[in-house]
DNA sequence: TCGCAGATGCGAATGAATCTCAGGAACGCG
DNA sequence: CGCGTTCCTGAGATTCATTCGCATCTGCGA
C-alpha cells in the first residue's frame, strides 16, 4: 500500500493524518499480519524512524477504536495488532507464539449456540493451538 | 467437593498437598466457572484465609501446568483460571467481562483446516464475543 | 533431635500498556 | 501575515497483573 492510499484509508476512518500515523499505518497495513505494538516499534525503528512507544501505543489504540486494526488478545503477554479486521480464525503456535490466519472458507461452523438472555452476538472467532510434532 | 476428595484430586495430579494449596483448590473447584487470580484471592480473603498474593499465583502456575485447572487468554487484562480444564468453548461478554461456558453440543465445527507443516493440533476453542441488546 | 527438601510469603523486579503534561505544529480567521 | 485555538507528540512516570529472589519456616525421615 502506497503512502498515498495509506492517507486516504486514515480519512476514510476519520483519523487525522499526521506522519507518526502514516508511518505505523505503513508498517501494520503493509500486509496481512499480526504483530506486537513491540514489533511494529522495531520496526519503525529499523526504519530510521524516531516515533517514541508512547505514540505507538496511543497511535495502535487509536486505530483499533476506529477499526483500522483488529486488537487480538490469544497470547497471554500481549496484544497483537491484526491488519485484517473482519471477524476470520487463527492458528496459534504455542511453543513459538506465531499467529497465523486461516483461510476463511477451510472452518465450517454449523451450529450455534442460543446467547446468553440479553445479548447479542459480537463476533465468532476459532483458534486452533498447534505446536511441532514430536 | 469436599476437602477429602480436593485432597486426592492434588495428588492424582502429582501436587503435594498444603493447606494453602488446598484453600486455593477448595475455591476454584468447587464448580466450574472462571475466575481470575484477583478474585480467587478475594474469596480466600473472604473466607479468612491468610495466603499472600504471591502464593495464588504460584499456586494457579502449579496447577494449570499439571492439568489441575486451565489459563484462559480472552480479556487482555488479566487471566482467568477455569475449572473445566477439557477444551470448550466460551462466550465473552466484552461489556461486563463475563465468562460463559457454552455447553458442548451446541457448537458444530464443520470442516477444519489443514494444520500449518510440521505441526499437530493442541486444541480448538471458538469464542463468541456477546454484547448486551441495544 | 538434626538436617534437608520443599513450601511459603514478602517485597522487589518485570513488562506491557496507559497517563501526564509541556512544548510544538497545523489550521482557521481576520 | 499574525494570532489564538486545537490537536498531536513524546519522554518519563505510573499502573497493574504477574513473576522472581530469597530468607524463613515446616514436616518427615534418619
Redesign the interface.
Known amino acids: 500500500m502506497s503512502a498515498i492510499s495509506m492517507l486516504d484509508e486514515l480519512k476514510r476512518h476519520g483519523v487525522s493524518a499526521t506522519p507518526q500515523r502514516i508511518e505505523v499505518a505503513t508498517v501494520i497495513l503493509e500486509r496481512p499480519q499480526h504483530l506486537s505494538a513491540e514489533q511494529i516499534l522495531e520496526r519503525l525503528r529499523s526504519k530510521g524512524s524516531r516515533v517514541s512507544k508512547a505514540t505507538v501505543y496511543n497511535t495502535l489504540k487509536l486505530f483499533s477504536d476506529c477499526g483500522l486494526v483488529k ?1 487480538l ?4 503477554n500481549r ?1 497483537f495488532y491484526d491488519s485484517t479486521t473482519h471477524a476470520h480464525h487463527h ?1 496459534y ?2 511453543e513459538t507464539g506465531e499467529l ?1 490466519d ?2 476463511e472458507d ?11 438472555a ?17
Open positions: 486488537e488478545t490469544v497470547d497471554p496484544k492458528f503456535h504455542v497465523s486461516i483461510p477451510q472452518v465450517e461452523i454449523m451450529s450455534l449456540p442460543p446467547l446468553p440479553g445479548t447479542e452476538q459480537e463476533s465468532v472467532e476459532v483458534l486452533i493451538r498447534v505446536r511441532d510434532c514430536r
